[in-house]
């Protein structure tokens, strides 16, 4: 149901765009996670649906931003002056939870997408 793309190998400093597709609206919060190898898949941003609230970890906050597309049904992460600790898979995940407007747990989540790939470089 979820169809994350936009991933690739980009210098520090640089930028990319994640974009996570759905396929119908099911969700009521929608997050981007990240996972390195051998390290905990952590969440990276966070939004509702339906009203205009973000989430963010603080490792990321001010370099990156969440948005959607209510129309597309689509999220996006905008990721600007990208590390090379941001190296991971990320991933995008729906929530049917409407109580919060994110969900630090994976558990939380129903619906994940496949994963994308970013690698920065020194």
């Known amino acids: 149901q979820l169809q994350a793309s936009g991933g690739g190998l980009v210098q520090a400093g640089g930028s990319l765009r994640l974009s996570c597709e759905a396929s119908?609206?099911?969700?009521?919060?929608m997050g981007w996670f990240r996972q390195a190898p051998g390290e905990e898949r952590d969440l990276v941003a966070a939004?509702?649906?339906?009203?205009?609230?973000?989430y963010y970890a603080d490792f990321v906050k001010g370099r990156f931003t969440i948005s959607k597309d209510n129309a597309k049904y689509t999220v996006y992460l905008q990721m600007n002056s990208l590390k090379p600790d941001d190296t991971a898979v990320y991933y995008c995940?729906?929530?049917?939870?409407?109580?919060?407007?994110?969900?630090?747990?994976?558990?939380?989540?129903?619906?994940w997408g496949q994963g994308t790939q970013v690698t920065v470089s020194s």
């Open positions: 995940a729906g929530s049917q939870r409407s109580g919060d407007y994110y969900y630090t747990s994976r558990d939380r989540y129903d619906y």
């Open positions: 119908e609206r099911t969700a009521y919060v």
């Open positions: 939004i509702r649906w339906t009203r205009d609230l973000t």
